[in-house]
Structures are given as C-alpha cells and as structure tokens.
C-alpha cells in the first residue's frame, strides 16, 4: 500500500474518531481529552513526515546545502526542553516543527498545487505566532491554552497540521467526498448521545458539568455552547452531500445534526444555522426540490421537539426577545452578559492592539483586584484583537478569505462562500474551541482542494453562472467574477420551480 493511502486512510479514521474520543479520569477531561489526541495525531503525521522527507534534507546537508536548517532545529530544541515540560504537548510541538523545517527544506510543498498567496500568507501566520509566544504575558498558556479550554498555539499548531494533510491527501473527487462522509458520519453518531442526552439518558455523564439530565445537548463536547460550534461547522458539508447525492442516509445525518443544534439551546448557532437557510433558500439555483424537502424536516423535527422538557425549547426561543429588549436598553446582562464582556474586551483592544497579549492569554489581563467578567470574549473578532493584536487578526482573516472566498472552484465553491459567512456569524457569539478548530482545518482544507479538484466551473452547484464562454479553469487561475443575474419574478420563480 503507497504511503499516500496509509496517510489518507489515517486522516479518515482520526476524523471519525476525534468527536468521540474523552479520557474521564483526567481533568478538564473534555477539553484536555481531545488536546491528547491531537497531540498523538501530530506526532504519527509528523513521524511520518519525517521519514518521508529526511534523506533527502540530510543529503542536501552533506552537500553544504541549506546549513541553518540546523541552528533553527537547535533553538527549537533548547526552548522545548528546557523552558517548556517535558511532556507529550511539547513532543508534539516539537515534531510539528521538526517536519514543517524538513518539508520546506526539501521544497516538496510546490507540488501540492497551493496558490502563492495562501503559502504566503500561512508562512506570515506561523512567524507571528511564534512572536506572539514568544512576546506574551504568559508564555506558558499561550503555547497550551488554558486547562479547560486548550486553545493555545499548540492546538492551533495541530490544526495547521490537519490543513496540509488534507491538502496533501485528497487528490480527487472520491476522495473529497469520502472527508466529507466521514465528517457526517462521525457528527451523526455524536447527535445520537446528544439526543440521547437532552430525554434524560446520559451515556456521558462524566463529560457533562451543569447541564445533565436533559437542560442541554452536549454529548462528548463538554459544553453546549462547544458542541454547537462544532454542528455549526459540520451540517455545511452534510447538506452540500445531501443536495449532491439526493441519497436517504445523508438526509438523515442532516436532520439528526438539525436537531442537535435545536437541543443544545445556544442562540448564537441558531442565528448562524437561520442565515445558513436563508442563503441556501435565495441563492441555490438548483436542487431546489431537495432543498425544500429538507426544509420541510427542518420544521417536522422543531414541531416534535417543541414539547420535550416542558416545553424547554419554546422557552430558550421566546427568551431572545427578552434578550433583544435588554440590549436596546444597553443592559450588561443581554446576550447571558455578552454586552458586559464586549464592553470589558473593547476596552482592553487599544493595550494589545499592536502585538497582542498571546493566545488564550484573556484570563491573564486582570490583575488581582480585578474580577474579569470571562476567561473569553465569546467574540473571535474581539478575541483575535486582543490575543494576536491587529497584523495577527488581519493575517488570520486575509488567510479564511483566501482558502474559503477567492480560490474555490467547482460545485464546492457556493458552499465555501456560505461556509465562510456562517463561520463570522456564529462567531460573533462563541469562540473558537478545539472541539471545532479541526473540522474548521479540514473544511479549509477541502475548500481550497477543490481549485485543484473541480477546475471546471460548469458543474456548479449554487448561485454562481458558467462562464459564458465554457473554458476549462487551470488551478493556477483565479477564479472568475461572474456577473450576478438579476432576480426573476416571483410568479416566474415559482413556476420553473413547479416545473422540475
């Protein structure tokens, strides 16, 4: 069997397993749980990697070639060791950095068919990362993150990892479809123990802290808020199987992971799954009649849920006005505080706007008379400002327009765009948390796969127009800006539709 297929069969089984994976005898078990897997992930790839790549860097070596290959080895070395425990997060990290070196040493990177500017951009966010540790007000739990959260720059590290194994993995159409099932099908038996969860049965309980005995879905998430960040990301690449293949277990999947996002209660991916449907509903130009048929679901799977619980759900919906009112009135405790952290976190902007205070670092900022109002700002634009200052932000975003917005092609292209819009709207509610930041890699990934996958803009799937004249597009291309049509009447909309 070639090395690829090992690698991509490797990738297919960590992403189906990733979601379920939980050590309870430890603590912070959830978050902690899922740091351990990425950190043995990285060390596997990054293994591998190594082996793939080091002759070639020792030959270059010998011949006197690329010398400081060496001396950067070196101090990553020495700072591991010797400022950072040993311990495997910090094996981990040094692994990644050893086969990130080797990779680029031998130049291998030019063949995975990566636009320039997404190269460049990724090289300009790994060396401000590195000025941020290195510059931060903690060193410490900027590199690991804090203990019940774990988004520090190891995990961001682990994620990147993800990234170019996706790239270097998939290479076709099959093999694009078969990430995204995989991402489905682990997401769809996560659903089922938040189901599960949400009528009172629960299978984890020792993952669960507040919020048993039916209050709220979070399965192996640990969190609700966490489990809905993660279905937010994962029924994107579930409906884009569904209104492809039209087949029963993928309409399933979708519902289930529906429902979750209704039993985990969190508003803020409730207005990020609505403006998801709206898109889906004015821009989709075909698959319409699957599209209404999941709709239909949507609204069956609402009604039977509604009286679960004494009616919990009713209840959580009709709180959003009360939160409305709040908020007008400039009240702290609309959005459960929100307006209380944006206000604190605004505030702190202006100190770390330059360099940033390091990731995971918001619990830090206060000093010992100063009770901070969250350990996150529940705001990734916020949240970014504060711990990687405004080049990180800028870099960071530039990087999601690119990979999600500018290089996607084919029928992928339209859910990339949506992808994209979902992700800044949910996030101006939650943060960004392991459990989602690797299906946020792979979806990166994937998207910007798909300029090399589907070159051919004709197969399209959402609301962009074929090229008038049906050139075939190279994946070094840009993509090409299509006029949007004007909007046809309604009565015309509604009799092509009726029509198919």
């Not at 899922?34 to 080091?54: E, G």
């Not at 320039?116 to 510059?135: G, R």
């Not at 990147?160 to 990430?179: P, S």
Request: one cysteine or more; aromatic letters at 14%; charged letters at 15%.
């Amino acid at each position: 069997m070639q090395r690829n297929s090992i690698s991509r069969i490797f990738l297919y089984i960590a992403i189906a397993v990733y979601p379920l994976f939980i050590i309870p005898d430890i603590q912070f078990s959830n978050s902690t749980s899922k740091f351990v897997f990425l950190s043995l992930l990285s060390i596997v790839v990054s293994s591998i990697a190594c082996y793939r790549f080091f002759p070639e860097a020792i030959f270059k070596l010998k011949q006197g070639r690329n010398p400081l290959i060496l001396v950067i080895l070196a101090v990553v070395f020495v700072y591991i060791f010797l400022v950072l425990d040993f311990n495997i997060f910090s094996i981990s990290l040094l692994f990644e950095c050893i086969a990130l070196i080797l990779i680029l040493n031998t130049r291998q990177i030019g063949d995975w068919h990566i636009p320039k500017p997404v190269i460049q951009v990724a090289t300009l966010i790994i060396a401000w990362s590195v000025i941020e540790v290195f510059f931060s007000i903690n060193q410490y739990t900027s590199l690991f993150g804090q203990g019940h959260r774990r988004t520090g720059f190891i995990t961001i590290a682990h994620a990147g990892l993800i990234f170019f194994l996706v790239i270097r993995t998939v290479r076709d159409e099959k093999r694009f479809n078969a990430l995204l099932n995989a991402v489905a099908l682990s997401g769809g038996v996560v659903c089922v123990f938040g189901l599960l969860e949400y009528f009172g049965l629960d299978v984890f309980p020792f993952s669960i802290t507040g919020y048993r005995h039916g209050l709220r879905s979070c399965a192996t998430m640990g969190n609700p808020n966490w489990f809905a960040s993660y279905l937010v990301l994962i029924i994107v690449p579930s409906v884009f199987l569904y209104l492809k293949t039209g087949r029963i277990h993928h309409l399933f999947l979708t519902v289930l992971i529906y429902s979750n996002i209704l039993t985990a209660l969190t508003r803020g991916a409730w207005l990020a799954f609505f403006v998801f449907i709206c898109i889906l509903f004015f821009g989709l130009r075909t698959n319409r009649l699957r599209l209404m048929h999941l709709i239909c679901l949507f609204g069956i799977t609402t009604m039977i849920l509604m009286p679960v619980n004494d009616w919990r759900l009713v209840k959580r919906f009709g709180s959003i006005a009360d939160e409305y009112e709040l908020l007008l009135e400039g009240d702290d405790r609309a959005g459960s505080k929100r307006l209380e952290i944006w206000k604190w976190a605004a505030g702190q902007i202006p100190s770390h706007l330059a360099l940033g205070s390091g990731f995971d670092t918001i619990d830090d900022l206060g000093n010992n008379t100063e009770q901070l109002p969250s350990s996150k700002t529940h705001n990734i634009l916020l949240e970014y400002l504060i711990t990687t200052g405004l080049p990180g932000t800028i870099l960071y975003f530039a990087f999601l327009w690119l990979c999600l917005w500018k290089y996607p092609l084919g029928e992928f292209r339209f859910f990339a765009h949506v992808f994209f819009i979902v992700y800044i709207v949910q996030g101006m509610f939650i943060h960004d948390t392991i459990q989602a930041l690797p299906f946020l890699a792979v979806f990166l990934g994937l998207a910007l796969r798909s300029n090399f996958i589907f070159p051919n803009d004709n197969a399209i799937i959402g609301a962009r127009l074929c090229p008038k004249n049906g050139a075939r597009l190279c994946p070094q291309d840009q993509p090409q800006r299509v006029r949007m049509p004007r909007l046809q009447p309604i009565a015309t909309r509604l009799r092509l539709f009726y029509s198919r």
